[in-house]
């Protein structure tokens, strides 16, 4: 397999990336490096099979002889976390929209399969437990730029699935939910990173709100065998996948875990949304995702425990003490 990775040098495109070289596959990356970091491929550089360009998604030369070398593309680039969203909406929409453009028009002239990355966020503020892909999405008013993201991956969702029932070609699309693991880093605001680098340090952990929110995490390691086993089926074309972990915690509960698991005597501190965010930010309370249809396509399940998960980004951060948070 000859596989484009679109965001590679991210935490979760990172990961995906040796996952597939594992598995014998020869891989390209792209990544203009604005959120990637050259570090979490630095140990792939040497190998024969892999190659990266720095570009991007828009620099149609680059992407055309990248996708022109290729039968799989699995799309990844995109404009990442709440807070970055927050403060550079131009930045999100453009990003999201333009650049699945790009990927779905280059893969159209080769043929490519393509894989996109969506999100949970596309179900916005919808209120059943868990989320079926086939429900029905409410977002919140458009004066509110947290839910661009929301509508930006809708649209790449809609221009996926446009392109495989227009022009037949192959498109899949999973959404992520809160996926977590070494080399997430919290400069755009995720959870897991900030908390443990905060226990770390000694500092106080930043509960937003009242800490009652709830999330379902799930391990990179689990989350990219989900998207290398849609990537080697052969009927997942034109379907959408939740791709989630199933253990429940609220934040509260979490913050107590990072602590345990770091044996750290920092405080916990709450903190209003209205100063972590912006005033008027919406969260979400609760966010399950339904696992059945990618569990019955290709008998995935996650088998990561959160505990073992916070355990491998405490050691990350051990090992590598200067990774900016
Ligand atoms: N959160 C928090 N403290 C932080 C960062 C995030 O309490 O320092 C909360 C955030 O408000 C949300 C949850 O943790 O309720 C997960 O946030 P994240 O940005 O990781 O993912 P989201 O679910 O918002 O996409």
């Known amino acids: 397999m000859n596989c484009l990775i679109t965001g590679g040098a991210g935490f979760i495109g990172s990961h995906l990336a040796e996952l597939f070289l594992a598995r014998g596959a020869r891989v390209s990356v792209i990544d203009n490096l604005s959120t990637g970091r050259v570090a979490n491929i630095a140990h792939l550089l040497d190998n024969p099979n892999f190659h990266f360009a720095r570009a991007d998604i828009t620099d149609e030369v680059v992407l055309d002889r990248l ?104 498109v899949t699309l999973f959404r992520l939910f809160n996926t977590v693991g070494p080399r997430q880093t919290g400069r755009y605001g995720m959870v897991i990173p900030r908390l443990v680098k905060q226990a770390l340090r ?42 989630g972990g199933t253990e429940e915690t609220t934040i509260q509960g979490l913050a107590e875990r990072v602590l345990a698991i770091t044996a750290s005597s920092a405080r916990i501190i709450h903190i209003p949304y209205s100063e972590a965010y912006a005033p008027g930010f919406e969260d979400m309370l609760r966010r399950v995702p339904d696992i059945t249809r990618v569990g019955a396509l290709i008998g995935w399940s996650p088998s990561i425990t959160l505990d073992e998960t916070l355990a491998s980004v405490r050691d990350h951060f051990r090992s590598s003490p200067d990774v900016d948070v």
């Open 67 to 170: 996708a022109s070398q290729c039968d799989l593309i699995v799309h990844l680039a995109a404009a990442v976390g709440v807070k970055l969203i927050v403060e550079h909406p131009v930045h999100t929409i453009e990003t999201n929209v333009m650049g699945t453009e790009a990927v779905l028009k280059a893969a159209l002239r080769y043929r490519c399969r393509v894989l996109i990355a969506s999100t949970s966020e596309v179900y916005g503020k919808g209120s059943r437990i868990p989320f079926r892909e086939d429900d029905d999405v409410l977002l919140g008013a458009t004066r509110h730029s947290r839910w661009a993201y929301a509508a930006s991956k809708m649209v790449d969702e809609f221009l996926g699935l446009a392109y495989q029932r227009e022009y037949d070609l192959p």
């Open 202 to 243: 000694n500092e106080p952990l930043t509960v937003y709100g009242d800490g009652t929110q709830r999330r379902c995490f799930c391990d990179v390691r689990d989350a990219i065998r989900a998207i290398a086993g849609l990537a080697e089926h052969p009927e997942v074309s034109g379907q959408v996948f939740n791709i």
